[in-house]
């Protein structure tokens, strides 16, 4: 029984890390492309990959013997810090990068 539970996370794992892998793929991609461009590759990707995804995890729990609490919580978990490393990844490439000569110079009193 503990081989099966250890089966299950590491199916868990795995699929959550193809997951991640396809994201940080697309996000390679599309990276240098227009912002329309960019983001056509990026959510468009994140459809797809939720689609498959999805039919994977359904096909895993009906045609596999596996512990469905192990592979649902691996898998989630993995999912997870995933998506967080996704958007800080996304969320950097949106945000202008941070420099000190947008700042505005000291002002004088007038004297």
Do not use: C, D, Q
């Not at 997951?19 to 599309?30: E, G, H, M, P, Q």
């Not at 993995?78 to 945000?95: N, P």
């Amino acid at each position: 029984m503990e081989a099966a539970i250890w089966t299950s996370v590491v199916l868990g794992v795995a699929l959550g890390l193809t997951n991640a892998a396809a994201s940080f793929l697309l996000y390679r991609v599309a990276r240098n492309k227009p912002h329309g461009a960019f983001m056509a590759i990026v959510f468009g990707g994140m459809v797809a990959r939720m689609m498959v995804v999805l039919a994977l995890l359904a096909l895993v729990i009906v045609f596999l013997p596996v512990n469905r609490l192990a592979f649902i919580g691996a898998f989630f978990v993995t999912f997870a810090v995933a998506m967080t490393a996704e958007i800080i990844l996304l969320h950097r490439r949106a945000s202008p990068p941070a420099s000190s000569s947008t700042e505005s110079p000291p002002r004088s009193n007038g004297g």
